[in-house]
Nanobody, 114 residues
């Protein structure tokens, strides 16, 4: 069992930056593939970025070159650095461990607005 708690969301202007954090507890963090998903109102949940337990990171085309996912296994934390934010990045961002059938956090709201 893994508990995930996201933080770092907020309101930012277009072109701005935010850094999301997801703190994990309850199991061996390092064995899990970790990911960030997002869900905008009226849209399906979409995968934003993945950092596997062992392997290269992967990103949705819409965020490549702007977002960076990373993990610190010593701190049981995964991060999402978001730069050059756009209006269409507005969504609830959710942390995931172990794939879609795994564990989910409650989400953190990111709003990009001028």
């Amino acid at each position: 069992q893994v508990q995930l708690v996201e933080s770092g969301g907020g309101l930012v202007q277009p072109g701005g930056s935010l850094r999301l954090s997801c703190a994990a507890s309850g199991s061996i963090f390092s064995i899990y593939d970790m990911a960030w998903y997002r869900q905008a109102p009226g849209k399906q949940r979409e995968l934003v970025a993945v950092v596997p337990s062992d392997g290269p990171t992967n990103y949705a085309d819409s965020v490549k070159g702007r977002f960076t996912i990373s993990r610190d296994n010593a701190k049981n934390t995964v991060y999402l650095q978001m730069n050059s934010l756009k209006l269409e990045d507005t969504a609830v961002y959710l942390c995931n461990a172990g794939g879609p059938g795994g564990f989910w956090g409650q989400g953190t709201q990111v709003t990009v607005s001028s």
